[in-house]
């Protein structure tokens, strides 16, 4: 079964500092792969995503991630972050070519930027 | 404005008791989906349906039950099987089955057992 893990269970930042969160997953097929973003009393919305092409993907809110398929990585960046991205960030895939129809998600990171 | 409608925002159930959980979205989505959120543990499947009248199980689906009778609705009951109901539960839709173009999420029901 496919898995994702988040090495990085809590991360401390200060302001302008680099961000890069990681996420790994398990299954060797093909995958769609995103990362979403759960701000303090909101709802979960989509950071970024990604299928095919430029494995570099960029999303919203200055944020990208990079697929490197031979490490079965999607690692989440963003050069200078800000006080507004302390949020929780979670990585899923979903894989092409099984039975399942849904996106099986990370345990998620909480993200502090501290002013 | 179109969404996703989860209530109760909280809900309290004593032991034994089963309770349902609405979930309503008016997006015209096919695919509908109930994860649960602990902390330190993400968002675990619960059940998802691609279609009306149809559901699979994912990966947490003892002691929960759904039924997908209409589109646009998409109830999930805890029943009293569940060891360890309390939790954040999130429903989702997406416009298909691939969920390409992302979920979107509800605002959750948090389900306290007293």
């Known amino acids: 079964a496919q898995s994702v893990s988040q090495h990085n269970h809590h991360v401390i930042l200060s302001e302008a500092a680099s961000l890069e969160l990681g996420c790994n997953y398990s299954y060797g097929g093909t995958v769609n792969l995103f990362w979403y973003v759960q701000y303090p009393g909101q709802h979960l919305q989509l950071l970024l995503k990604?299928?095919?092409?430029?494995?570099l993907v960029k999303g919203i809110k200055g944020f990208e991630a990079e697929f490197i398929k031979s490490k079965f990585s999607f690692n989440l960046r963003k050069p200078s972050v800000q006080w507004s991205d302390t949020a929780e960030y979670f990585c899923?895939?979903?894989?092409?070519?099984?039975?399942?129809?849904?996106?099986?998600f990370g345990s998620g990171t909480r993200l502090q930027v501290q002013p | 404005d179109g969404g996703i409608t989860q209530s109760p925002k909280y809900l309290f159930r004593k032991e034994g008791q089963n309770v349902t959980l609405s979930c309503e979205q008016n997006?015209?989505?096919?695919?509908m989906y109930w994860y649960r959120q602990d902390p330190g543990q993400g968002l675990r499947l619960i059940y998802y349906s691609q279609i009306v009248n149809d559901f699979q199980k994912g990966d947490i689906a003892e002691g929960y039950s759904v039924s997908r009778e209409k589109k646009e609705s998409f109830p999930l009951t805890v029943t009293s099987a569940q060891k360890n109901p309390t939790a954040f539960y999130l429903c989702a839709s997406s416009i298909d089955g691939q969920g390409r173009n992302g979920y979107t999420f509800g605002s959750g029901t948090r389900l306290t057992v007293v």
């Open positions: 997006l015209n989505h096919d695919a």
């Open positions: 990604y299928f095919s092409g430029d494995p």
């Open positions: 899923a895939v979903n894989a092409e070519d099984t039975g399942r129809r849904a996106l099986t």
